[in-house]
């Protein structure tokens, strides 16, 4: 489970892929690839999110780190590189770097 | 707090505005006022974060909803208008509703 909260000294990335409906579901598996293989073993990762749209044509990946020491060195590792190559041949990506500036709560009326 | 989960059957809302820096905090604080005025008591709102990029060019909202019924109802609330409205002049944004796929935690070795 991902918490967010505006206390907490987390960096975000927030990463829009576009893809067309037909490759969200590949994009999925190479994201969650990408994941497994090598995100989750980083130094200073905390959690991340994987999103897929419901009209097919994007996938968000929300991803929470302790710097951008750590997410900067994660990047450096090649193991994950060949599912991001695939990726990038069918989806394009806007990448998104965050602070929490406030988490909102429902009013009990 | 927001957690995210993929074992919950929210509805997930994450809609990427695009500004100038000198304008991010404005943008932040309309935002914020259309949250406080009526999202926060809208029927099947669960929860939603705040967040600015830290290079100043971007303002994305992380909303959950029960059901997009709920999200439409909340859309023909007349009282955010004019915090939509301005948001507009001095920001575009790319909307998106996703369903979670999948949460990844830390591997510890």
Do not use: C
């Not at 060195?73 to 190559?85: H, N």
């Amino acid at each position: 489970m991902t918490q967010i909260s505006a206390d907490s000294s987390v960096l975000t990335f927030i990463n829009v892929f576009t893809v067309k409906p037909e490759n969200q579901e590949r994009l999925v598996e190479l994201l969650t690839s990408a994941t497994n293989v090598s995100v989750r073993y980083a130094t200073g990762f905390i959690s991340s999110s994987l999103h897929r749209s419901t009209d097919g044509t994007k996938v968000t990946m929300y991803a929470q780190w302790r710097s951008l020491e750590d997410y900067q060195a994660m990047r450096d590792d090649p193991k994950p590189l060949p599912y991001f190559q695939e990726a990038l041949t069918i989806a394009t990506f806007e990448p998104g770097m965050y602070k929490v500036v406030k988490t909102f709560e429902p009013v009990k009326e």
